[in-house]
C-alpha cells in the first residue's frame, strides 16, 4: 500500500487513543484505559524527546491514518521502538508500507533496524522474519509488575531489497 508519514503532534491524540483502545492491542501495550487528553500529554513528551522521531501514516488515496511508527537513530543503528498498525487495516500491506517507508527514510543514516517483540506476538514475528528479520537473542524485560520474554531482532539494510513488485 501506498502511504505517506506525518510527524506526530497532539492532534494525532484521537487516533492513537483509538488504536490503543483496541482490545487485540491492549494486552501487549496496556494502554486501554488512557484518555485522549493523557495521550495529548504524553504526546507532548514524546515531542520532548529529540532522539525519537514518531510518524502518523496515512493511505495515499483515502488519506485516513493507518498506523504510528516512532524509532530513533544511533551509531548507524535504527533502534524502532513501536510500529502498530489499526486493526482495521491488517493484512492490507500497510505495515510492509510503513517498514519500506521507515528503510528509506533512516537509510542514510543507518545500516540496521534493531527491535523487540513479545515472545507470543506470533504475528508480528512472522511479519519482521518475512521482511527478513533475523532475532539475535531473547531477553526479559519489565512487564506489569513482573517479566516478559522479548525476542530482539536485527535486520541489515543494505541487503534488503525494498517491497515492490509481485513480492507482496
Given at each position: 500500500?501506498?502511504?505517506?508519514?506525518e510527524?506526530?503532534?497532539?492532534?494525532?491524540?484521537?487516533?492513537?487513543h483509538?488504536?490503543?483502545?483496541i482490545?487485540?492491542?491492549d494486552c501487549i501495550?496496556c494502554?486501554?484505559?488512557t484518555?485522549?487528553?493523557?495521550?495529548k500529554?504524553?504526546?507532548?513528551e514524546?515531542?520532548?524527546d529529540?532522539?525519537?522521531d514518531?510518524?502518523?501514516?496515512?493511505?495515499?488515496?483515502?488519506r485516513k491514518p493507518?498506523?504510528w511508527?516512532g524509532?530513533?537513530?544511533?551509531?548507524?543503528i535504527c533502534?524502532?521502538?513501536i510500529?502498530v498498525?489499526h486493526?482495521d487495516f491488517?493484512?492490507?500491506k500497510?505495515?510492509y508500507?510503513?517498514?519500506?517507508w521507515?528503510m528509506?527514510?533512516v537509510s542514510?543514516k543507518a545500516?540496521?533496524?534493531?527491535?523487540?517483540?513479545?515472545?507470543?506476538?506470533?504475528?508480528d514475528?512472522?511479519f519482521y522474519k518475512?521482511?527478513?528479520?533475523e532475532?539475535?537473542?531473547?531477553e526479559?524485560?519489565p512487564?506489569?509488575e513482573?517479566?516478559?520474554?522479548?525476542y530482539?531482532?536485527?535486520l541489515?539494510i543494505?541487503n534488503v531489497?525494498l517491497?515492490?513488485?509481485p513480492?507482496?
Amino acid at each position: 500500500m501506498d502511504i505517506y508519514c506525518e510527524k506526530l503532534n497532539v492532534n494525532h491524540a484521537p487516533f492513537i487513543h483509538n488504536i490503543m483502545s483496541i482490545d487485540d492491542y491492549d494486552c501487549i501495550f496496556c494502554e486501554k484505559n488512557t484518555s485522549v487528553e493523557e495521550w495529548k500529554s504524553r504526546i507532548t513528551e514524546i515531542l520532548r524527546d529529540r532522539g525519537q522521531d514518531n510518524y502518523i501514516a496515512f493511505d495515499t488515496l483515502t488519506r485516513k491514518p493507518v498506523g504510528w511508527i516512532g524509532y530513533e537513530n544511533s551509531n548507524q543503528i535504527c533502534k524502532l521502538h513501536i510500529i502498530v498498525v489499526h486493526t482495521d487495516f491488517l493484512s492490507k500491506k500497510y505495515g510492509y508500507g510503513m517498514m519500506e517507508w521507515l528503510m528509506k527514510n533512516v537509510s542514510n543514516k543507518a545500516n540496521k533496524i534493531v527491535l523487540d517483540v513479545q515472545d507470543e506476538n506470533v504475528r508480528d514475528i512472522r511479519f519482521y522474519k518475512k521482511i527478513g528479520f533475523e532475532i539475535i537473542r531473547v531477553e526479559m524485560q519489565p512487564f506489569g509488575e513482573g517479566q516478559m520474554k522479548y525476542y530482539v531482532m536485527e535486520l541489515t539494510i543494505n541487503n534488503v531489497q525494498l517491497f515492490s513488485g509481485p513480492l507482496f
